[in-house]
């Protein structure tokens, strides 16, 4: 039972974030055996196992949700998403369909002779001695078919195996039960063969998901008695906090909003790449240019914690292009521009209402500070409301975060 940890060890092993240091790393690990879980900087934690529980799988469904990643893969620190494949969501599926539908197992159908249960009557007209009475036939004795659960049928023995391996890994974050240990080998070659054929020859899509996951777990799996060692995760959430802004606010198509420079040498034209805000939001025809900044303003209410001028400068040349862009005012007519850093903060320690609040104001020296985008609203948005409510452009939170910068 020692992979398995009950409410008061939860809670020992949840962790947020401070972004300090090597405090960095968000999601899931293990190591021989001893879990820890950590959260991103603003998230609040629940109180009840309940709770824990839920803000768990709410974090294992942002860091799935919101990377290009494919299922069963995991994050390491690099903009390009470096992966390396470990199965977390397939062992988490697997005990799903364990408790719902319990082990699998085939039906095989025995004939036998019987006086009950449904009659095979062309294999008792071949197979049993018929009588005759008052011109009539009949048998005294009838084969009949018998469907019966195959216990031992070797697609039932890996599944028990799967299942095993995933209590192991994962079983924690649903109960203490653990399965009893598996009856088989661990076989890659054989495991493989068998659960392929299966998968190919189903049309049932809860087998075909059951199967597919059990690949999985199959393809990484070794010895189920050596220490579970594992990480799902990211060291660098930052990317993952612009991307639920930007899908929770912005445009989809934003490139004619990147402000382009070049090169002329020797007569010839050569392009820069373009900058390229974080998140283009539009409402009531104003256009908002927001940049999701991961500080932690939000936590220790430090203005050495907010963006630098490099940022604030930046966010001005965005306005400046868009406003002095001829396209832009033929298209969205008498529009105004407004400036935004979107920054995580827990608002339960806030102890306010709102899950989205403004906080202040940055401007530029070397500008008037006169034009609604010259002034960039600081703007404090609860870590665990985007996470939950991560919606593609809601309406709803679109108009509430337009209202901060009126």
Known sequence: MGWFIIKSDII????INNNKDKDIFVGIKCIDGDISINFPMGYHLGETEEELRSDILLLLKTLSSNTKI???????????????????????????DFYKYGYYTETKIRHIKSKRGKIDWNKTIKTQKKYLQDSDFFYLDFITRQN?????????????????????VIGWLFSTYLPQKPEIRYNKA?????????????????????????????????????PVNYEYGTSRFEYIWEKMIDRAFGLDDKKDFFPGTYWIIDEKRSKNYSLEPDTIMINENNIYVLDAKYYKYGLTNSIRDLPESTSINKQITYAEYIATNQKFKEEYKNFKIYNGFIMPFDSEKFTIEENIINIGKAYSSWKTNEK???????????????????????????????????
Do not use: W
């Not at 392929?196 to 199967?211: A, C, V």
């Not at 409510?389 to 337009?402: G, P, Q």
């Open 70 to 96: 494919k299922e069963s893969q995991l994050i390491l620190p690099s903009r390009e998403y470096n992966k390396i494949e470990f199965p977390l969501e397939a062992h988490i599926s697997i005990i799903k």
């Open 372 to 406: 609604e985008y010259e002034e960039i609203q600081g703007i404090l948005l609860d870590m665990k409301y985007i996470m939950k409510n991560n919606v593609k452009r809601d309406i709803e939170k679109i108009k509430k975060l337009s209202s901060l910068f009126d």
């Open 12 to 15: 020992e092993k949840c962790h």
């Open 190 to 226: 054989l495991f493989e063969t068998v659960i392929k054929n299966k998968y190919t020859s189903t049309f049932d899509d809860r087998e075909k998901n059951l199967f597919k996951n059990m690949l999985s777990i199959i393809n990484h799996e070794g010895n189920p008695n050596a």
């Open 148 to 168: 019966k659960s195959n216990e031992n049928e070797l697609v039932t023995l890996i599944h028990k195996y799967c299942v095993y391996i995933s209590f192991k």
